[in-house]
């Protein structure tokens, strides 16, 4: 009797490859539930409580039956982010529970995860989702702290913060942290997140006691309009519960993403595997594509004939920029309505006309609008935009991961994928298998990107060098790279109108093909990227979507090098902190043939004059290798054409 409740108290999964083991314990009395994991004998996490509160239904974590699984898969992405093609290879376990609450893990060979499933009638209320990770006190954490703002509660932020990077055991209790975050040590590199986030509030965490818990924003109970001059709903005051949901249902998952080596971080798409399947049938009329925005810099254009500003002169100059250089579309941002009335449109601005055009040109619309105004205007702003010819939205302003704000996310991405429009979120949380789940959601900020250099000196190179390795493993991100005003840590200065960035001109050129993002938006001044044509070519040729994904080398917030390949073509993007990098190119992952090398490198005084790079063409075959040497914050891209057809 003594083995029989050994085997109901322990149940272990394995990775495919052997080399990852998860472990749920029920305890004798069933009364807590734990789990746990290491990777070929490190520890990931130590025996960690977790379970679900459900009000009225007692905790009881009795097993009833388990289940045992093997799935290995191909997912074809209808908008490619990594690769073409991905494989969902892993070994699945559920244990039901005398409850009616399920737990379901699953282990994969760079990661796992685990969540709960409930079969129970009618509706439930969720108390709340006991998450107590006891991770490895040795280890080095990385995450972005919360920063309360004076007049909401701590659960308001957009989500765009600096990391916090500090040894596990000297973080102190309280401070709350957005996912994803780094657990680093010398052994093993693990990611912390959520993916299939729906009905249900975003994950947060702090410290208590040094075990990392899962804290989750409370329903909102009342709510108020901050005014200002981009209004938004702020919760006053919230509810003793997180969730009011369906009584069968699965929850979110909870994301280990597990690797040896910091490069491999970077190309882990665990997060994307763990989404819901997609529930737009038809994704042939998403466009993927480059685009412009002109608000970062204030749409402060020169060597021209007219006054530059929020008009239409200025758009009809945006559209004719990116068809000069192959963009596909323009951002129109901010102002181009009242930001309460998306139909009280600035007199300085004629949209039939500025439609007209883009139209003519082939080039696409899309639009800005305020959260709290599309929510109010959603059916008849959708018509509108359909009328002008505009098939990518983006809304922004939401500041909150609440039961009520996800539910927001899902609401207006099937509107608009009803009404076949792209959009994206801003002041947003992050991905977490959204676009995997609503592919017309194609992108999304939820990063502390290019639009930091109007006021502050938070988006410099080191930040940025942690940003492939952290945030974008939760999903694309919407970064606006593309300066062309380049600043040394001496000569920046955040000014508005004059924005210039941090590092060197290949730094930001390198960011089109290291981050990740379906659509990816110029914020460089186009006045200045007219002088430099073939520059901007170079640019506009850049894909924005890949069909496989090699990370070459890289090194936590230090350098990456990054290689993805699109039809018969590689381009390999290089990108370094404020220490800079020189490293060596070993180009045997190529393939068959000859190519050419289009190298756009730092140039000898990009230590001094960031913008300084040089353009040069070289031939490269799979023997070929080649040293490069970035500057302090610098950069390079590669683009390879030729070699054997696909």
């Not at 409580?49 to 191909?74: N, P, Y």
């Not at 702020?234 to 509810?239: G, L």
């Not at 994704?283 to 204030?298: A, F, L, S, V």
């Not at 890289?554 to 018969?568: D, H, L, M, S």
Request: aromatic share 12%; proline share 5%.
């Amino acid at each position: 009797m003594k083995i029989l409740l050994l085997l109901a108290m322990f149940q272990s999964l394995s990775s495919p490859d052997g080399n990852i083991k998860v472990t749920v314990n029920t305890g004798k009395t069933g009364n807590t539930l734990t789990i746990s994991a290491d990777r070929a004998g490190s520890v990931v996490l130590n025996p960690s409580e977790v379970g679900l509160s459900v009000r009225d239904l007692k905790g009881d974590w009795t097993t009833k039956k388990t289940s045992t699984r093997k799935v290995d898969e191909i997912i074809h992405p209808p908008v490619t982010e990594k690769r073409k093609q991905i494989r969902d290879h892993y070994n699945e376990l559920t244990i039901e529970f005398k409850s009616r609450i399920s737990l379901q893990v699953r282990a994969y060979d760079d990661g796992f995860a685990y969540r709960f499933t409930s079969a129970l009638k009618d509706s439930i209320i969720v108390d709340n989702e006991i998450a107590s990770y006891a991770i490895p006190l040795t280890s080095k954490f990385y995450g972005p702290p919360v920063n309360k703002r004076d007049d909401v509660d701590e659960f308001h932020t957009s989500f765009e913060e600096p990391y916090l990077i500090k040894p596990v055991d000297s973080i102190s209790s309280g401070k709350l942290f957005f996912s994803p975050i780094l657990i680093s040590n010398p052994n093993l590199k693990v990611i912390v997140t959520e993916s299939d986030l729906e009905d249900y509030p975003g994950m947060f965490v702090r410290f208590n006691n040094k075990l990392l818990e899962g804290v989750y924003a409370p329903y909102p109970k009342s709510v108020r309009v901050n005014p200002g001059d981009y209004p938004a709903e702020v919760v006053t005051s919230r509810e003793n519960f997180i969730a009011r949901t369906k009584g069968t249902r699965t929850f979110p998952w909870r994301v280990f993403m597990i690797e040896t080596k910091d490069a491999q971080l970077a190309q882990n798409d665990l997060v994307y595997r763990l989404g819901s399947p997609s529930r737009v049938a038809d994704t042939q009329w998403i466009r993927p594509g480059k685009g412009t925005d002109e608000w970062i810099i204030g749409a402060n254009l020169f060597n021209i004939p007219f006054k530059a500003g929020v008009n239409t002169a200025t758009y009809i100059y945006y559209i004719d920029f990116a068809k000069r250089f192959g963009f596909q579309r323009i951002m129109m941002d901010a102002g181009w309505s009242e930001t309460t009335d998306l139909f009280k449109i600035n007199p300085d601005i004629d949209m039939d006309e500025i439609a007209a055009y883009a139209k003519r040109e082939g080039i696409s619309l899309s639009m800005w609008t305020l959260a709290y105004t599309l929510d109010r205007q959603l059916e008849p702003a959708l018509q509108q935009f359909k009328k002008w010819g505009v098939n990518f939205i983006m809304t922004d302003f939401m500041d909150r991961d609440d039961q009520k704000m996800v539910n927001f996310y899902h609401r207006i991405a099937k509107a608009c994928a009803e009404q076949k429009m792209m959009i994206m979120y801003h002041g947003a949380f992050k991905p977490a298998g959204f676009s995997r789940t609503w592919p017309n959601a194609i992108t999304r900020e939820a990063v502390l990107g290019s639009e930091y250099n109007i006021w502050s000196e938070k988006a410099n190179p080191d930040h940025d060098l942690l940003l492939p390795f952290i945030r974008m493993t939760a999903g694309p991100m919407d970064y606006e790279p593309g300066f062309l005003d380049n600043a040394t840590q001496k000569t920046f200065r955040p000014i508005s109108e004059k924005v210039m960035s941090m590092g060197t001109r290949m730094h930001q050129a390198a960011m089109f093909v290291v981050y990740e993002s379906p659509i990816q938006l110029f914020s460089g001044n186009p006045s200045q990227g007219h002088l430099e044509p073939a520059f901007m070519n170079l640019v506009g040729s850049i894909p924005t979507t890949w069909d496989e994904t090699v990370m070459l080398d890289g090194k936590v917030g230090e350098y990456i090098i990054t290689a993805r390949k699109k039809n018969n073509d590689w381009f390999i993007g290089g990108m370094s902190n404020w220490n800079g990098k020189e490293v060596e190119i070993d180009f045997s992952f190529v393939g068959d043939g000859n190519f050419e090398a289009t190298m756009m490198l730092d140039g000898v005084n990009a230590d001094r004059y960031p913008s300084d790079h040089t353009i040069t063409k070289r031939m490269i075959d799979k023997t070929s290798k080649l040293r490069i040497k970035m500057a302090k914050g610098g950069g390079f891209v590669l683009i390879l054409s030729g070699g054997v057809k696909p």
